[in-house]
Nanobody, 123 residues
């Protein structure tokens, strides 16, 4: 049974930084693509960033390019999301997910999800 557990969310002022972590268990994640999504109440979950099983293959939503960085540590089955220069519109519940195959931006392409961690950015 694959499990994903996010951590690192919290309350931060605009312009601040947070680093989210997602630890996986239940199998080896080194050959899986890992991604981050976010969701606010009343809206669809949206893609934020993804990283392939080959480090260095990353993709980002336009809204976070240049501010967020996704990385992974395969030895720890962990994916990170470094978020800098946070804005109030980044406020959301952030979810990590994994999939077989290359990186993808559609929710339906991911088979396993974490429970989410709340990020709140105050103005």
């Amino acid at each position: 049974q694959v499990q994903l557990v996010e951590s690192g969310g919290g309350l931060v002022q605009a312009g601040g930084s947070l680093r989210l972590s997602c630890v996986g268990s239940g199998r080896t994640f080194s050959t899986l693509a890992m991604g981050w999504f976010r969701q606010v109440p009343g809206k669809e979950r949206e893609f934020v960033a993804a990283i392939g099983w080959i480090a260095g293959i990353t993709t980002y939503a336009d809204s976070v390019k240049g501010r967020f960085t996704i990385s992974r540590d395969n030895a720890k089955n962990t994916v990170y999301l470094q978020m800098n220069n946070l804005k109030p519109e980044d406020t959301a519940v952030y979810y990590c997910a994994v999939r077989h195959g290359p990186t993808a931006q559609a929710m339906g392409d991911y088979g396993y999800w974490g429970q989410g961690t709340q990020v709140t950015v105050s103005s």
